[in-house]
């Protein structure tokens, strides 16, 4: 996991994020680097933390599903 953001006083908290800059998006619309799909990578800034959470305790699973078409 990496954490993205600016530092300084003024800049804002970084959001964790499970972005390895490696974006491979799939048919099943899921990132072959990460694990997210479309939606949740989209809406990661705007999700609160426990959203952000659930997402990623679902990642190691779904980076062990077979690739899709």
């Not at 490696?22 to 949740?40: F, K, N």
């Amino acid at each position: 996991m990496t954490r993205r953001g600016g530092a300084g006083p003024s800049a804002a908290p970084a959001i964790a994020t499970p972005c390895t800059g490696v974006c491979a998006i799939e048919a099943d619309d899921m990132c072959r680097g990460c694990g997210r799909t479309l939606d949740e990578i989209a809406g990661w800034g705007l999700m609160t933390p426990a959203a952000r959470d659930a997402i990623m305790a679902a990642l190691p699973a779904r980076r062990r599903l077979p690739v899709g078409d």
